[in-house]
């Protein structure tokens, strides 16, 4: 991780070609050139350890850094994008899609593209009221009206619909994707896996210390949406297609890994045989091992897995392996 220029607040790799402008404090603006590692060591103990240091180093940075008080082993802030919120991220709306088309504005600023998007929504939703609450049921229904105008008008929005509209019709992943399958029902099923990325606990405090204030379930999807406009999401995702060819729909859905835990020994632990070892996330990085089962099918899918989200721009960013496994993973 790159000290200083906020590399720990990536959940995927920025795009090479971003298709607009954003400001310059933009940690994917700071950190263009920043790519995934992989390193290999003749020892066996040397790619788990620096896989439980590198991944509490990464939420030592994003999370104790600015909570204090927060605990390793708890669960505050996971899971903030609640059901009526996951279906607006992952809603293929063709209307929103039709709104923003990348090439006829590559690299103008992002301000002046929701400037001309928000305007378009404005007009088709003028004849609705406005109401002061905020209510992810009321603004999925009128997502899913602007594409079917047959359905029953809302007579009602929150005042944050429209700038949540306009970010979706920029970088929301079932829009985004809509663009690459032109299949609303691919798409959909493509951007479910981003609903796993920002459930994770470590994900809702990367979108609090990059906007610098707490996201609780009511305003957590601006979050969400505002960091895939900071992070270029269609950009991402359209690089991600091309390097992929016909097999970028199997490569989406093998694309997010899960947190998974190492067990390591503390003082107390160590040599007793009695004291429960210590349980260390690891996600930013993971080691790439063979196990002592190796023809088990959890372990050959775990090892697909890793290789399917290393060669993704997503979760992980370091594959730690040693020398006799570098053919495994370079070759696949």
Known sequence: MSKGKGAELFMWVPASMPY???NADNPFVKNSDFSKILIFSAWEMVPRAIAVMMSYEHEREVIFSKYKRAKYNATTGRGRLKKDAQQILVEPSRYLASLY???EWYGRPVHIIKAHIRKQITDRLSEIQITTRHNYSIILTALRWLDNPELPMPYEIPANTIDILTDIAIAGPGVCLLRIF????KAKNAASGFVKV???RV???????????YHNDEVYLEGVLDYC????????LDEYAHMSGQDFEDNMANAFIDDSNLYVDTDESFGNGVTEKTAMRISYAVPFSKS????SDESQKRSSNIRSAFQSPFFTFAVASTSVNQN?????
Request: hydrophobic share 30%; aromatic share 8%.
């Open 20 to 22: 607009y402008t954003t």
């Open 101 to 103: 088309n990348p090439a």
């Open 182 to 185: 032109n299949d609303t029902e």
């Open 198 to 200: 920002f459930n994770r």
């Open 203 to 213: 994900a809702g405090y990367i979108i609090d210390k990059i906007q610098d204030k």
């Open 229 to 236: 406009v900071l992070g270029n999401l269609q950009a991402v």
């Open 292 to 295: 002592k089962s190796t023809s």
């Open 328 to 332: 495994s993973l370079v070759n696949h």
